[in-house]
T-cell receptor, first 115, second 110 residues
Framework: DAGVIQSPRHEVTEMGQEVTLRCKPI?????LFWYRQTMMRGLELLIY????????DSGMPEDRFSAKMPNASFSTLKIQPSEPRDSAVYFC?????????????FGSGTRLTVV | GNSVTQMEGPVTLSEEAFLTINCTYT??????LFWYVQYPGEGLQLLLK?????DKGSNKGFEATYRKETTSFHLEKGSVQVSDSAVYFC?????????FGTGTRLQVFP
């Protein structure tokens, strides 16, 4: 099992550019979560999906952020246009929904720097 | 609503010292409880879990016991190593969402 795979590992972009982060969850998991981690705010849940359907996007900071899950094996988080305050580490995690005993498996994260 | 409270860090210890990181929770129902660890530059990894009252989770010398009467899930290790330096997150899960604490940084010096 390769675990949760995120790409790219690092992204440096200029303010105003579009950024797309990618995630491949563990095969068989049906929940997927996007988190953002910064020193100031800690770990924040942005959005999560069950069975490819967005369930709670209340953590998405503003309309510049969007997330999709077109199938069970792929999700994207897009920022358009990007701003320097979006600089953070973005994590994807997957799990089984409806199973309280299962934790999440996290990817290694994408470190985004917007200059 | 559900919430998790962790002791603030950093916790600074010498190698082979005893470790306790406090975690208390507020929840309706009977959640499962977790400890995650994040090493520098990496994602969060599941360290241990407990799914019902009085269960003890353990892994890599770390232990935590689910205490319903005190709503606590304190993390302990008898003898820490430099390689244990990391950020530790307590979390609870009732249905689909994990609710994380703010994390506690542990620094172990030789």
């Amino acid at each position: 099992d390769a675990g949760v795979i995120q790409s790219p590992r690092h992204e440096v972009t200029e303010m105003g550019q579009e950024v797309t982060l990618r995630c491949k969850p563990i095969s068989g998991h049906n929940s997927l979560f996007w988190y953002r981690q910064t020193m100031m705010r800690g770990l924040e849940l942005l959005i999560y999906f069950n069975n490819n359907v967005p369930i709670d996007d209340s953590g998405m900071p503003e309309d510049r952020f969007s997330a999709k899950m077109p199938n069970a094996s792929f999700s994207t988080l897009k920022i358009q246009p990007s701003e320097p305050r979006d600089s953070a580490v973005y994590f994807c995690a997957s799990s089984f929904s409806g199973h309280p005993n299962y934790g999440y498996t996290f990817g290694s994260g994408t470190r985004l720097t917007v200059v | 609503g559900n919430s998790v409270t962790q002791m603030e860090g950093p916790v600074t210890l010498s190698e082979e010292a005893f470790l306790t990181i406090n975690c208390t929770y507020t929840a309706t129902g009977y959640p499962s409880l977790f400890w995650y660890v994040q090493y520098p530059g990496e994602g969060l990894q599941l360290l241990l879990k407990a799914t019902k009252a009085d269960d003890k989770g353990s892994n890599k010398g770390f232990e935590a016991t689910y205490r319903k009467e005190t709503t606590s899930f304190h993390l302990e290790k008898g003898s820490v190593q430099v390689s244990d330096s990391a950020v530790y997150f307590c979390a609870l899960k009732d249905t689909d969402k994990l609710i994380f604490g703010t994390g506690t940084r542990l620094q172990v010096f030789p």
